[in-house]
């Protein structure tokens, strides 16, 4: 995980290379201008198969995703840096990001498609999971957010809340219930924002795990 800042430049038809910080490609980043009334821009590795850095999502709203060319860079990020086109921030503007990449036993990225089901899809994970995030990418969707500590108890039909709305908590109910596994989770509804019944959709995720499987070390550890 990874917290950066820098002051984005003059646009001159190129993105800028931005270090990151990281061992490795960034599979998860969040950023946000601090001198800008602008939204918060996402950048998933699993937003396009070919060209992950020409797409976006907006954190605060429920839009599927956006084209940009070169949104993040004329390649994907790699191992030290990313580019910075100015996608939701002015020139010379101060920007903040928050920057993940796939460990396992410690946190995981990635996408899976709809099932049409109300026994939906599993999603291995490698870990029981106490945080994760759910949002469909080929349409409008809400940014899902379930927790192991409002939702203790399966089957969830407890509360979720949504990165995207102010609003309080939704009652899942069975239209937003999953399952909390000791490798993953399961969906349990077929519902659009979840798992489309009407047509083929497709959908990120970000997970952190509730016990990390690994030391500060990044060794493997014993725990279960």
Not at 140 to 159: F, H, M, S
Request: charged share 15%; with cysteine.
């Amino acid at each position: 995980f990874s917290i950066i800042r820098w002051t984005a430049p003059t646009w001159n038809g190129a993105p800028q290379q931005v270090p990151h910080g990281l061992t490795q490609a960034p599979s998860f980043m969040i950023t946000k201008s601090i001198n800008d009334i602008a939204s918060w821009y996402c950048y998933h590795k699993d937003l396009d198969a070919t060209n992950p850095e020409d797409y976006y999502l907006v954190i605060n709203e429920p839009y599927q995703r956006d084209t940009l060319t070169n949104a993040w860079g004329t390649n994907p990020p790699d191992n030290t840096t990313f580019g910075d086109r100015s996608l939701g921030w002015s020139d010379g503007s101060d920007v903040i990001a928050y920057i993940w990449h796939d460990v396992p036993g410690l946190q995981k990225f990635g996408t899976y498609q709809n099932n049409k089901d109300t026994n939906g899809r599993y999603i291995d994970l490698g870990f029981k999971p106490a945080l994760f995030v759910i949002k469909r990418t080929d349409a409008a969707g809400e940014w899902w957010v379930y927790d192991g500590e409002r939702n203790p108890i399966n089957l969830t039909t407890a509360n979720v809340i949504r990165w995207n709305s102010s609003g309080v908590e939704t009652a899942a109910q069975t239209n937003y219930a999953i399952d909390f596994l000791s490798n993953g989770f399961k969906i349990r509804n077929n519902s659009d924002d979840i798992n489309a019944s009407a047509n083929t959709a497709t959908y990120i995720y970000a997970a952190w795990a509730e016990t990390p499987a690994i030391n500060l070390y990044g060794a493997t550890s014993n725990a279960r």
